[in-house]
């Protein structure tokens, strides 16, 4: 009996059609956000991040400085800051922690820059769920990973005809393995 025209075949294209319509939404999120953050470089793919330019009165000698000052300066430039803490990186420089975004003050100057980070809402969640929380979603993740081990494989033996694996079939397979080593090899080099 051959394998195409048999039950095997039945069976692998009905197992292929209903494991691929159960993780479609799974696909796309790890697609999204895998592209999202595959560019990490040139946005980030988690927050907005907003940035200004304020002027902020401290002392120049960061040892006068305290959090009663740096309180009376955020009321000062009228802003509703959820104030957290301050550090120093260094002796002319503070660095003002607020909920959802930080002041660099510079203390020579009374120059700081204003950065408030917001949620990408939605990209966000997808973006953590594909950097895998761990838990229980280790084990979804590594189910639907197998699932696209399946996926791949059966989706090959499909096709019936001059588009089957045995004919137009085994040279995409073929250049896909070729293309994915090379660009290993360059990557790695």
């Not at 949620?119 to 189910?143: A, Q, Y």
Request: hydrophobic share 45%.
């Amino acid at each position: 009996m051959e394998i195409k025209n048999g039950k095997y075949y039945k069976l692998n294209k009905s197992l292929h059609r209903d494991i691929g319509y159960l993780f479609v939404f799974m696909t796309l999120i790890y697609s999204i956000s895998g592209i999202a953050i595959n560019h990490a470089k040139d946005w980030n793919p988690d927050f907005y991040v907003r940035k200004e330019n304020v002027e902020i009165k401290l002392p120049k000698n960061v040892n006068e400085i305290n959090e009663n000052l740096i309180l009376n300066e955020l009321d000062r430039i009228g802003e509703n800051f959820s104030y957290l803490m301050y550090d120093s990186p260094n002796s002319d420089k503070v660095k003002i922690y607020f909920k959802d975004g930080a002041i660099m003050c510079d203390l020579e100057t009374g120059k700081a820059e204003l950065e408030r980070v917001t949620k990408r809402h939605l990209l966000f969640e997808m973006n953590w769920l594909h950097r895998n929380p761990g838990g229980v979603w280790t084990i979804v993740s590594d189910i639907f990973a197998v699932s696209l081990i399946f996926l791949s494989i059966s989706g090959m033996f499909i096709m019936k005809g001059r588009n089957s694996l045995k004919r137009r079939g085994k040279w995409w397979v073929g250049a896909g393995f070729v293309a994915t080593i090379f660009f290993m090899f360059i990557i790695m080099i």
